[in-house]
Structure formats: C-alpha cells, structure tokens
C-alpha cells in the first residue's frame, strides 16, 4: 500500500524556520519525482516545488525562491522541505505528492501555522 | 490570481452532466498536458485525470476530460451526491518553470 506521511509542521514565529519530512512507502521511491503543493486556510492548491528522482534537479515557485529547499535522501526513502524566513503567508496545509500526473498520490498534509 | 482560469462554482441536480472550464496560455495548457484533481472535503486532493482525459483505475467512466487549444475542460455525467467536492486543474508551465494549478471550482449536488 502506497503511503506518504509527512511530519514537522507546527507554530513557527516570523522569520523562523521548520524542516518538513515525507516518509514514503509502498512503492519504488526512487522512480519518481517528488512534489510540495500548500493550501492556505480555506484557498486553493499552490505548487512549492519538486525534485526529480535522483535529486539533481530541483525547481521553485518565485514566492518561496530562495526561502525554501527541497531535497531527498534515496537510501530514507524520504522527501523534505527546509523553510527558512517564514512569513504569516507561508501558513498552510503543506502536502507532499508522488507525482502529479499518471501515478499521483498525495498525503495527507502537515499544517505550518506562521504566527507570533 | 492563478495562472489558470476556473469558475468558482459550478451545480447541479443528480443525474445531470456538469462541465467544469480551465483556461490558460500558450505557455502551460497550449503545449502541455493537464490533469485534474478532486479534493473532498476534508481530505487531500486525488488524481482524477491525467494527460487531458485518461482516468487512472478506480476513477468511475462518469468523469471524462478534454483539451482544446489553450483550455481544458472536464465533465462529470450522472451527477451523484459524492461527486460535491473542489476540483483542480494543474499543468507545467514552460514560461514559468513552474507548475500552475486553477483556483479550483466546488461542485455542489443540488
């Protein structure tokens, strides 16, 4: 059975950092890329970023270049997502996703609360 | 504002057919295939349809999607209670480097 369970989210301040984990299992790891999308309270789905299956190639969306980082370690079987210079606008439900097209699968998602 | 165009909103009956649009450019939906997410309430999203109108196994044959030019389209016939859920649109934009989802649209079963 297919499983991505992410962990690390909680109540940051302003200009703190978390580091998220995806634990995967069930299924191949190293045969697909991996995703973040965010969904702030009560609003849409956004994509963060992703890394390819080898972790050589990694892409951004503009709001979180430079603030965030994604990365893999292959032998953990684990995707993660390093938030540095946390905004208020940065909270959301934080979903990690194997794929998006053919074979997608997402977790359940790990809330990031921004707040003083 | 998102990249790619959804109605808000969408409704029907049971029994009758919905379409939900998804509009974009010739840099995401022009040259690249879209799929398409339903996100019950509560839970996370779950793919749909992939690469315009394929559904994985498990997705009933009432959902279908198409794609003409810069827009996507996906339908949903013989409506059903379960059905009520958020829809997303997603696709790789070339421009950007990024991939863009539609503002979502909830379905409501009248």
């Known amino acids: 059975e297919v499983q991505l369970v992410e962990s690390g989210g909680g109540l940051v301040q302003p200009g703190g950092s978390l580091r998220l984990s995806c634990a995967a299992s069930g299924f191949s790891f190293t045969s697909y890329w991996m995703h973040w999308v965010r969904q702030a309270p009560g609003k849409g789905l956004v994509w963060v970023s992703h890394i390819n299956d080898d972790g050589s190639r990694t892409d951004y969306a503009d709001s979180v270049k430079g603030r965030f980082t994604i990365s893999r370690d292959n032998a953990k079987n684990t995707l993660y997502l390093q938030m540095n210079s946390l905004r208020a606008e940065d909270t959301a439900l934080y979903f990690c996703?194997?794929?998006?097209?053919?074979?997608?699968?997402w977790g359940q998602g790990i809330l990031v609360t921004v707040s003083s | 504002q998102s990249v790619l165009t959804q109605p808000p909103s969408a409704s029907g009956t049971p029994g009758q057919r919905v379409t939900i649009s998804c509009s974009g450019s010739t840099s995401n939906i022009g040259p690249n295939p879209v799929n398409w997410y339903q996100q019950l309430p509560g839970t996370a999203p779950k793919l749909l349809i992939y690469s315009n109108n394929q559904r994985p196994s498990g997705v009933p044959d009432r959902f279908s999607g198409s794609k003409s030019g810069t827009s996507a389209s996906l339908a949903i016939s013989g409506l059903q209670s379960e059905d009520e859920a958020d829809y997303y649109c997603a696709t790789w934009d070339d421009r950007l480097n990024v991939w863009v989802f539609g503002g979502g649209t909830k379905v409501t079963v009248l």
């Open positions: 996703a194997r794929g998006l097209s053919q074979g997608s699968y």
